[in-house]
C-alpha cells in the first residue's frame, strides 16, 4: 500500500480543497494509492453487500492484534471512501476501532452533505461490515 496520511494530515488536505470537484479528486488520490487486491483476497468471504459497486475489505490481525486493512472496489469515489476507513481504523485493536466513532471524523470532512444517497448507504455498508467482523475474529 502506498503511502496514505493519518487523520489529521488527511483532514488538513481535505479542508484546503477548494470545492467539492477538488475533493472528490483527492478522494480518487486516496484510492489510487491502496495496494490492489489478488484473486484470493477477492473471494466472496471479503465482498461487502450492500454497495452498488463491487467492494472487498480484507481484514486480518498483525502480531499486536492490531487491524490490518486492505480493500478495493471497481468504482474510484469508493475506492477513495475505503482509503478513508482505512486510515481511521488501520493499526488499531479490534476494542479501539468498536469505540471509534467514524461518523465524527466523516462530519468533520461534511461527507454526509456531499455523497449521494446510494454511496453513502455503501459507505455505512462498509463500515458496518467491518465492525461485525472484528467483533467475531473467527469470522475474518
Not at 14 to 29: S, T, V
Not at 56 to 71: R, S, T
Not at 113 to 127: A, E, N, V
Request: charged share 25%.
Amino acid at each position: 500500500m502506498s503511502y496514505l496520511p493519518n487523520e489529521n494530515k488527511l483532514l488538513c488536505n481535505f479542508l484546503r480543497c477548494q470545492n467539492w470537484e477538488e475533493r472528490y479528486l483527492y478522494l480518487i488520490e486516496l484510492g489510487d494509492k491502496l495496494s490492489p487486491l489478488n484473486d484470493h483476497q477477492k473471494q466472496k468471504k471479503n465482498q461487502i453487500s450492500g454497495c452498488q459497486s463491487l467492494v472487498w475489505i480484507v481484514i486480518e490481525f498483525n502480531n499486536e492484534n492490531k487491524i490490518q486493512l486492505n480493500g478495493f472496489s471497481d468504482a474510484a469515489i469508493v475506492k477513495g471512501l475505503i482509503a478513508l476507513v482505512i486510515i481511521v481504523f488501520q493499526n488499531k485493536t479490534r476494542q479501539e476501532i468498536l469505540d471509534t466513532d467514524i461518523k465524527i471524523f466523516f462530519q468533520k470532512l461534511s461527507l454526509d452533505k456531499y455523497l449521494t444517497p446510494l454511496r453513502s448507504q455503501g459507505l455505512h455498508s462498509i463500515i458496518k461490515t467491518i465492525y461485525q467482523r472484528i467483533k467475531n475474529k473467527n469470522n475474518i
